[in-house]
């Protein structure tokens, strides 16, 4: 769980603490790709294809699949979302994302509200998926991949491109930068990468549902993000395990485990505006 919500942490952190595009519908794509997983797991097991295809449950040909199904509707809702700014930005996410999730839940062919079941996680050659240990590294190494393609993208030219739109969207738009070019290529690459998590999530719960697409996911993707440190990569990642390890150990204490939660949240921002991530590293490293 760690791992995989790192991974959807930071591709918001992408787009949220590099380009200040506060997405309230970032869940869609982590629910997107992980339906992706059990639809096609669905059809595969009973036989009856999708749109002639057989199907698989070979990892190299569903996992690419998915997340370039979530790249895809991330462009799309990316170039509609990106024609307004600041709350309204907020606010058109949060209705794309709430769209998918009433589509999936009146799906009732997929279990609907219940959600569907996978009855086996996909293949791949030479490894044995269904060893918690091996699905494990697996879920590891794609955190690195992810981790080390998302450095390098923020300092490339276009993340610094990114991070000055960021900082003065006027002078960088006189500069000659293209906001939309920039922001859009952010958008897209983020939902492709909270799509792997969705993807890894189904193949690890064997399970996905319409709640995966709920605008609450979306505000916990966001708190691991804010708690960790936004604009550092490596912040998400320790916001990701400080929300989950927080979460498992208060629910084990009271149902109403936000109410401790909640006010956590609200002293890392007033006081440790930088996150987690702040605490341990100098500003100057920072980033």
Not at 185 to 200: C, H, K, P, R, Y
């Amino acid at each position: 769980r760690f791992l995989i919500y790192a991974i959807a942490a930071v591709s918001l952190d992408l787009i949220l603490g590099y380009g200040a595009l506060v997405s309230f519908g970032h869940a869609a794509f982590f629910g997107l790709g992980g339906y992706v997983i059990g639809i096609v797991a669905f059809h595969t097991a009973d036989g009856s294809g999708l749109f002639g295809w057989a199907g698989t449950g070979q990892a190299l040909i569903l996992w690419p699949l998915a997340v370039a199904t979530c790249a895809l509707a991330g462009l799309v809702i990316g170039f509609l979302s990106l024609r307004t700014s600041g709350v309204q930005f907020i606010m058109i996410t949060l209705a794309f994302g709430q769209m998918l999730y009433f589509l999936l839940v009146g799906l009732m062919v997929y279990g609907g509200d219940d959600g569907l079941a996978i009855k086996r996680r996909n293949t791949l050659p030479g490894l044995d998926l269904r060893d918690a240990s091996t699905y494990y590294y697996v879920c590891t190494a794609l955190l690195i991949a992810w981790v080390y393609l998302c450095r390098r993208i923020v300092g490339s030219r276009f993340g610094m491109a990114l991070r000055s739109l960021k900082q003065n969207r006027r002078r960088s738009v006189a500069l000659g930068y293209a906001p939309l070019r920039y922001q859009l290529t952010a958008f897209t690459v983020s939902a492709a990468g909270t799509g792997l998590a969705g993807v890894l999530w189904a193949n690890y719960a064997l399970f996905v549902s319409p709640d995966m697409t709920a605008w609450q996911k979306s505000g916990e993707l966001m708190a691991m993000v804010i708690l960790g440190g936004m604009g550092s990569i490596f912040g998400p990642i320790l916001g990701a395990c400080a929300f989950i390890g927080l979460e498992q150990v208060l629910t084990a204490w009271t149902e109403h485990w936000m109410l401790v939660m909640g006010p956590v949240l609200v002293l890392i921002v007033l006081f440790g505006k930088r996150g987690l991530y702040g605490l341990l590293v100098p500003e100057r490293e920072h980033g």
